[in-house]
């Protein structure tokens, strides 16, 4: 049986970052509490119980908020669940304003073995911009004790876009994180509807179409100097240290979320919570709240997930997978997109280039188009 990833939704946040639409709420002990407690009922039910889990990732919200003594049972009850494996990647999503040494260091002794903060800049204009509530010193001291903790994977998030960031920001934040973090996920700022960034039209401080591509392109090339290999639109990584968890989703492999507004993909069916924390405390099985997003796992979605590896698309492993399976129609509008310098035709596989990156959305959609029927 194939291991299968485990995604814990944590909601609650020490406040609402102005571009953030991810669902979260203001940190209260009385609603953790609940929560933790509906949490583990919800592990105590869930399907696939007994499977093995070789990639676990408490995301947020805030996951940290919960400190020890809240994260401690929550993995206690999926380790009663679901078998880790030895290797399993047990991350924590991170703040740098909401950690202390202790605290790592106990989440360290309870399995916990890769971070991921948001840190996002490495100037304190640009920190202030966004609404952080960490400093740059905070950030750096965050890395640092998550060292000391034991920890010997870490990631940290790179915005781009944002406003007044050049390419010499993006050189400053690799100079101070690049040599003591293992991953970097650096994405562009999305203005997202119904935020206060949206509200307030940030999008004309930012930087415009031409320099956001030179910032990413940049970026691509600045990563690969210090060692980065980028193996996802966003996401660098050193050597073996790809994120396992996001590599589920963008295989088409099967993961287990859980919490409000977490999603799944089992048995070929895409299913979600809704964003409701009271609802999903309140319930005694949680699973009845579980909703049917769509059926997934045609050749459409799996080659749309995949073109967004740097891998690419191979297709002798998309044959396999779906027998019968033409690929003619996509190799023809590879060769044309190739001439253009958006994709990368071999006889093995294609995938897109860095310019083609920039432009997924339109690039993957013409490459796909005729299957989308």
Same mark, same amino acid.
């Given at each position: 049986?194939?291991?299968?990833?485990?995604?814990? $939704?944590?909601?609650?946040?020490?406040?609402? =970052?102005?571009y953030?639409?991810?669902?979260?709420?203001?940190?209260? @002990?009385?609603?953790? +509490? *609940?929560?933790?407690?509906?949490?583990?009922?919800?592990?105590?039910?869930a399907?696939?119980?007994?499977?093995?889990?070789?990639? !676990?990732?408490?995301?947020?919200?805030?996951p #940290?908020?919960?400190?020890?003594?809240?994260?401690?049972?929550?993995?206690?009850a999926? @380790?009663? %669940?679901?078998?880790?494996?030895?290797?399993?990647?047990?991350?924590?999503?991170?703040? /740098? *304003?909401?950690?202390?040494? +202790?605290? !790592?260091?106990? !989440?360290?002794?309870?399995?916990?073995?890769?971070?991921s903060?948001?840190?996002?800049?490495?100037?304190?204009?640009?920190?202030?911009?966004?609404?952080?509530?960490?400093?740059? *010193?905070?950030?750096?001291?965050?890395?640092?004790? =998550? $060292?000391?903790?034991?920890?010997?994977?870490?990631? #940290?998030?790179?915005?781009?876009?944002? /406003?007044?960031?050049?390419?010499?920001?993006?050189?400053?934040?690799?100079?101070?994180?690049?040599?003591?973090?293992?991953?970097?996920?650096?994405?562009?700022?999305?203005?997202?509807?119904?935020?206060?960034?949206?509200?307030k039209?940030?999008?004309?401080?930012?930087?415009? &179409?031409?320099?956001?591509?030179?910032?990413?392109?940049?970026t691509?090339?600045?990563?690969?100097? @210090?060692?980065?290999?980028?193996?996802?639109?966003?996401?660098?990584?050193?050597?073996?240290?790809?994120?396992?968890?996001?590599?589920?989703?963008?295989?088409? @492999?099967?993961?287990?979320?859980?919490?409000? *507004?977490? $999603?799944?993909?089992?048995?070929?069916?895409?299913?979600?919570?809704?964003?409701?924390? /009271?609802?999903?405390?309140?319930?005694? %099985?949680?699973?009845?709240?579980?909703?049917?997003?769509?059926?997934?796992?045609d050749?459409?979605?799996?080659?749309?997930?995949?073109?967004?590896?740097?891998?690419?698309?191979?297709?002798?492993?998309?044959?396999?997978?779906?027998?019968?399976?033409?690929?003619? /129609?996509?190799?023809?509008?590879?060769?044309?997109?190739?001439?253009?310098?958006?994709?990368?035709?071999? &006889?093995?596989g294609?995938?897109?280039?860095?310019?083609?990156?920039?432009?997924?959305?339109? #690039?993957?959609?013409? !490459?796909?188009?005729?299957? +989308?029927?």
């Amino acid at each position: 049986m194939e291991p299968l990833g485990l995604y814990i $939704h944590i909601p609650f946040c020490l406040s609402k =970052c102005p571009y953030c639409d991810f669902y979260s709420l203001t940190f209260t @002990q009385k609603q953790a +509490d *609940a929560y933790i407690k509906a949490l583990c009922r919800a592990l105590s039910l869930a399907p696939r119980r007994g499977q093995p889990v070789n990639s !676990l990732y408490f995301g947020g919200g805030t996951p #940290v908020l919960l400190g020890p003594e809240g994260l401690g049972p929550i993995l206690g009850a999926v @380790q009663q %669940n679901f078998p880790l494996s030895l290797d399993c990647e047990i991350t924590l999503e991170a703040n /740098p *304003a909401a950690m202390t040494l +202790d605290h !790592l260091q106990q !989440l360290r002794r309870l399995g916990f073995n890769r971070v991921s903060m948001g840190v996002q800049a490495a100037e304190e204009s640009q920190l202030l911009a966004l609404g952080r509530r960490h400093s740059l *010193a905070q950030a750096q001291e965050s890395v640092a004790m =998550c $060292h000391r903790a034991g920890f010997s994977n870490i990631s #940290v998030d790179l915005m781009l876009g944002t /406003p007044g960031q050049t390419l010499s920001s993006i050189d400053r934040f690799l100079e101070i994180f690049g040599h003591c973090v293992q991953h970097i996920s650096a994405y562009l700022l999305k203005i997202e509807e119904g935020t206060p960034f949206a509200q307030k039209h940030m999008e004309t401080l930012c930087p415009g &179409e031409e320099l956001s591509a030179a910032l990413y392109l940049h970026t691509v090339k600045a990563m690969e100097q @210090q060692g980065f290999a980028q193996y996802e639109i966003s996401n660098f990584a050193r050597p073996n240290r790809e994120s396992r968890h996001n590599l589920k989703y963008w295989n088409s @492999q099967e993961y287990l979320g859980i919490g409000p *507004a977490a $999603h799944s993909f089992l048995g070929g069916r895409r299913m979600f919570f809704p964003r409701d924390l /009271p609802s999903f405390s309140a319930a005694q %099985n949680p699973w009845s709240l579980w909703q049917q997003e769509s059926f997934g796992g045609d050749f459409f979605e799996y080659a749309m997930l995949r073109l967004r590896l740097v891998a690419g698309l191979d297709y002798a492993e998309a044959k396999t997978r779906y027998p019968g399976l033409s690929l003619g /129609p996509l190799q023809r509008e590879a060769k044309l997109l190739a001439d253009h310098g958006l994709v990368r035709c071999g &006889e093995t596989g294609i995938s897109l280039t860095p310019q083609g990156f920039l432009l997924s959305n339109s #690039v993957i959609w013409r !490459l796909l188009r005729s299957y +989308d029927e």
